[in-house]
Antibody, heavy 118, light 107 residues
Framework: QVQLLQSGAEVKKPGASVRVSCKAS????????IHWVRHAPGQGLEWMGW????????RYSQNFQGRVTLTKDTSASTAYMELRSLTSGDTAVYYC???????????WGQGTLVTVSS | DIQMTQSPPSLSAFIGDRVTISCRAS??????LNWYQQKPGNAPKILIY???SLESGVPSRFSGSGSGTDFTLTISSLQPEDFAIYFC?????????FGQGTKVEIK
């Protein structure tokens, strides 16, 4: 079955960067895009962007344009999300998810808590 | 961006109650409307996709309806395991956007 395994929790200082990984298994990685969604405390879910599994296509939410970069290592079936210039407002649980070619997130990673604190 | 507005933000209900949660889109989204359930410490879980299609394995007490801009999630008989936060999501246009969530609590 499809599984998305994310890297562990991170604590960062304001102004720093963080990189979260998402290792996929149970399907052919190049078939489907990986999306990233975050959930800040007391806030709703926020879609950040996606990276195509097979091609070098990415798309980002304007809310993160210029601060986030999505990359992948196809040979390792792993996607990465890097967020720069962190502020306390970036404290959140970050999820990777895949649609399996459909229009909803059928599979999610377990989430990675990123805490930004001085 | 398409704004998704859920109501109510929270509700309290008894076991066995019928519960309805509303979601309104700021523009028409055809049938690209999904519902997720999230429990503390867990990732969201898909319940309903395409307005009214029940994801495999999801109990039939969950149902979805609506069209255009107004949508509803109904739980026909609330069970103890249904206490959670529910989110709607539109996947009609990027950026895909979510409602702010409805927290369902036990009365």
């Amino acid at each position: 079955q499809v599984q998305l395994l994310q890297s562990g929790a991170e604590v960062k200082k304001p102004g720093a960067s963080v990189r979260v990984s998402c290792k996929a298994s149970g399907y052919t990685f190049t078939r489907f895009a990986i999306h990233w969604v975050r959930h800040a405390p007391g806030q709703g879910l926020e879609w950040m962007g996606w990276i195509d599994g097979g091609y070098d296509n990415t798309r980002y939410s304007q809310n993160f344009q210029g601060r986030v970069t999505l990359t992948k290592d196809t040979s390792a079936s792993t996607a990465y999300m890097e967020l720069r210039s962190l502020t306390s407002g970036d404290t959140a649980v970050y999820y990777c998810a895949t649609t399996g070619g459909r229009y909803y997130f059928g599979n999610w990673g377990q989430g990675t808590l990123v805490t930004v604190s001085s | 961006d398409i704004q998704m507005t859920q109501s109510p933000p929270s509700l309290s209900a008894f076991i066995g109650d019928r519960v309805t949660i509303s979601c309104r889109a700021s523009q028409t989204i055809n049938s690209y409307l999904n519902w997720y359930q999230q429990k503390p410490g867990n990732a969201p879980k898909i319940l309903i996709y395409g307005v009214s299609s029940l994801e495999s394995g999801v109990p039939s007490r969950f149902s979805g309806s609506g069209s255009g801009t107004d949508f509803t999630l109904t739980i026909s008989s609330l069970q103890p395991e249904d206490f959670a936060i529910y989110f709607c999501q539109q996947t009609y246009n990027f950026p895909w956007t979510f409602g702010q969530g409805t927290k369902v609590e036990i009365k």
